[in-house]
């Protein structure tokens, strides 16, 4: 049974920082791309940020969190992070991250499982 679990969120303020983590079990995680998508509240999920299966040498940012925002993966902890910097108030949401076989798409209905989410409040 594949799991896939966020964890990180919390409440900060207007420029500061977050680290998400997100763990997988019961899949080959090295084997697939890992991405993270956020939803905010009265809107459309949203894709964040992916990166690629095995070395992770390719990665791809949504434009409103280039810049800002580091997606990384360790195969060996089976967990995928995202790295986020210089928080707005726009970056409030629930984060999720999923696991698909297709290479950097942004399309969430393209990964093949997903974590239930995890809260992320910026304050202004």
């Known amino acids: 049974q594949v799991q896939v679990v966020e964890s990180g969120g919390g409440l900060v303020q207007t420029g500061g920082s977050l680290r998400l983590s997100c763990a997988a079990s019961g899949l080959t995680f090295g084997s697939y791309a890992m991405g993270w998508f956020r939803q905010a509240a009265g809107k459309e999920r949203e894709f964040v940020a992916v990166?690629?299966?095995?070395?992770?040498?390719?990665?791809r940012y949504a434009d409103s969190v280039r810049g800002r925002f580091t997606i990384s993966r360790d195969n060996a902890k089976n967990t995928v992070y995202l790295e986020m910097n210089s928080l707005k108030f726009e970056d409030t949401a629930v984060y999720y991250c999923?696991?698909?076989?297709?290479?950097?798409?942004?399309?969430?209905?393209?990964?093949?499982?997903w974590g239930q989410g995890t809260q992320v409040t910026v304050s202004s």
């Open positions: 999923a696991a698909g076989k297709n290479l950097l798409t942004v399309v969430p209905g393209r990964y093949d499982y």
């Open positions: 990166i690629s299966s095995w070395n992770g040498g390719s990665t």
